[in-house]
């Protein structure tokens, strides 16, 4: 089976105006595709941004990935994905790259499910199961009355745990915003609490022991990724697990984290991550930790790829989901999710619905 063609588009989605502490305010989402063509087959992958460098991300797919792949077989997808992180190396080891990469990892996934015909939590090792969801704002800027309006929507749809955006500049305020939402759903429902990296090593072992009276479920991104050693000591001197992974490009970082006993909870994003062949990498190395994993954004394809983890805890339910561009949208049932029975991941975009987004 040889790649015969790669195609991409890009897209700028308008989102309702939201926000977190690491990134500011969000208005668009960013959205690249994938057609990997081979033998009449076709696969469909795609990364996102939150507003920028879309457009790098597609043209480090057109220019220099799909020279690298286009006549190669597209039986070996490890192999495949070792080309391209060999042939970007020097370009950078994360970020941008790692969200090409993905995308046409992803699509080459999807090939293999329909060659294969099995579906992907098959090809992932996985048995097919519902995954807790939970409802995940992009809420800093809400007042608190909206934030409580967006929980009980939550509630409302049967998700058993909620996660809140902290990160103010005021720590009362943080705290404050915390307690109300622990009152509003009491002790039943799991609540979780993003920081988004606004902390200093030294702010979150003071805040984080003075968000433990609201028990959180977990404590996610308190500080920057790239301190490794301070998570380590948040695990060791903080009350609740550390959620850590939507900033990790590679499952390297990952095992970085893992071997230093800096993570309390594993978080995957076949996209920011770079692919499903290092998530899959990350779930090993998880489930040898005997960490529990769940996800980031990226709600249908983590459906299957969870469930090749001995313990998964929860699927996100993100506040931009991409539902409106899906021809099947993802189906949360008493707050579960089931992965697709189909060939491949199953995800395809309405290009209907995609088309009036669509950018240079």
């Given at each position: 089976?040889?790649?015969?063609?790669?195609?991409?588009?890009?897209?700028?989605?308008?989102?309702?105006?939201?926000?977190?502490?690491?990134?500011?305010r969000?208005?668009?989402?960013?959205?690249?595709?994938?057609?990997?063509?081979?033998?009449?087959?076709?696969?469909?992958?795609?990364?996102?941004?939150?507003?920028?460098?879309?457009?790098?991300?597609?043209?480090?797919?057109?220019?220099?990935l799909?020279?690298?792949?286009?006549?190669?077989?597209?039986?070996?997808?490890?192999a495949?994905?070792?080309?391209m992180?060999?042939?970007?190396?020097?370009?950078?080891r994360g970020?941008?790259v790692?969200?090409?990469?993905?995308?046409?990892?992803?699509?080459?996934?999807?090939l293999?499910?329909?060659?294969?015909?099995?579906?992907?939590?098959?090809?992932?090792?996985?048995?097919?199961?519902?995954?807790?969801?939970?409802?995940?704002?992009?809420?800093l800027?809400?007042?608190?009355?909206?934030?409580?309006?967006?929980?009980?929507?939550?509630?409302?749809?049967?998700?058993s745990?909620?996660?809140?955006?902290?990160?103010?500049?005021?720590?009362?305020?943080?705290?404050?915003?915390?307690?109300a939402?622990?009152?509003?759903?009491?002790?039943?429902?799991?609540?979780?609490?993003?920081?988004?990296?606004?902390?200093?090593?030294d702010?979150?072992?003071?805040?984080?022991?003075?968000?433990?009276?609201?028990?959180?479920?977990?404590?996610?991104?308190?500080?920057?990724?790239?301190?490794?050693?301070?998570?380590?000591?948040?695990?060791?001197?903080?009350?609740?697990p550390?959620?850590?992974?939507?900033?990790?490009?590679?499952?390297?970082?990952?095992?970085?984290?893992?071997?230093?006993?800096?993570?309390?909870?594993?978080?995957?994003?076949?996209?920011?991550?770079?692919?499903?062949?290092?998530?899959?990498?990350?779930?090993?190395?998880?489930?040898e930790?005997?960490?529990?994993?769940?996800?980031?954004?990226?709600?249908?394809?983590?459906?299957?790829?969870?469930?090749?983890?001995?313990?998964?805890?929860?699927?996100?339910?993100?506040?931009?989901?991409?539902?409106?561009?899906?021809?099947?949208?993802?189906?949360v049932?008493?707050?579960?999710?089931?992965?697709?029975?189909?060939?491949?991941?199953?995800?395809r975009f309405?290009?209907?619905?995609?088309?009036?987004?669509?950018?240079?």
């Amino acid at each position: 089976m040889t790649i015969e063609r790669i195609t991409t588009g890009y897209y700028r989605l308008p989102l309702e105006p939201m926000g977190d502490a690491g990134h500011g305010r969000i208005d668009t989402e960013e959205l690249i595709t994938v057609e990997l063509a081979a033998d009449g087959l076709v696969g469909h992958g795609y990364a996102y941004t939150i507003g920028r460098g879309g457009r790098a991300i597609r043209s480090l797919i057109d220019h220099d990935l799909r020279p690298l792949l286009i006549g190669q077989s597209a039986h070996d997808v490890a192999a495949l994905w070792d080309r391209m992180w060999r042939g970007l190396l020097y370009g950078g080891r994360g970020g941008l790259v790692a969200f090409a990469i993905a995308a046409v990892d992803i699509a080459l996934w999807d090939l293999r499910g329909l060659r294969e015909n099995r579906p992907l939590w098959a090809l992932a090792g996985g048995t097919a199961r519902p995954i807790p969801a939970y409802g995940s704002g992009v809420d800093l800027p809400k007042p608190l009355d909206g934030l409580l309006r967006q929980v009980e929507g939550f509630i409302q749809r049967g998700y058993s745990g909620v996660k809140v955006k902290i990160g103010k500049p005021d720590a009362a305020e943080d705290l404050a915003r915390v307690a109300a939402v622990r009152r509003l759903v009491g002790d039943k429902i799991d609540l979780m609490i993003d920081v988004n990296m606004a902390w200093s090593i030294d702010q979150a072992l003071d805040r984080g022991r003075r968000l433990a009276e609201y028990n959180p479920f977990w404590l996610e991104e308190p500080s920057a990724p790239e301190d490794v050693e301070g998570h380590a000591r948040l695990v060791r001197e903080l009350p609740m697990p550390i959620a850590v992974g939507e900033s990790l490009y590679s499952a390297w970082e990952f095992e970085r984290y893992i071997a230093a006993r800096a993570a309390g909870v594993v978080q995957i994003d076949p996209v920011t991550n770079g692919g499903i062949t290092p998530v899959l990498r990350v779930l090993r190395l998880a489930d040898e930790a005997g960490l529990p994993t769940s996800s980031h954004y990226t709600d249908e394809l983590s459906a299957h790829l969870l469930c090749a983890s001995k313990n998964p805890i929860y699927l996100e339910k993100h506040a931009f989901a991409l539902d409106p561009y899906l021809e099947q949208p993802q189906v949360v049932t008493n707050g579960t999710v089931r992965p697709t029975d189909g060939p491949g991941h199953g995800l395809r975009f309405n290009p209907e619905a995609l088309r009036p987004y669509a950018a240079d």
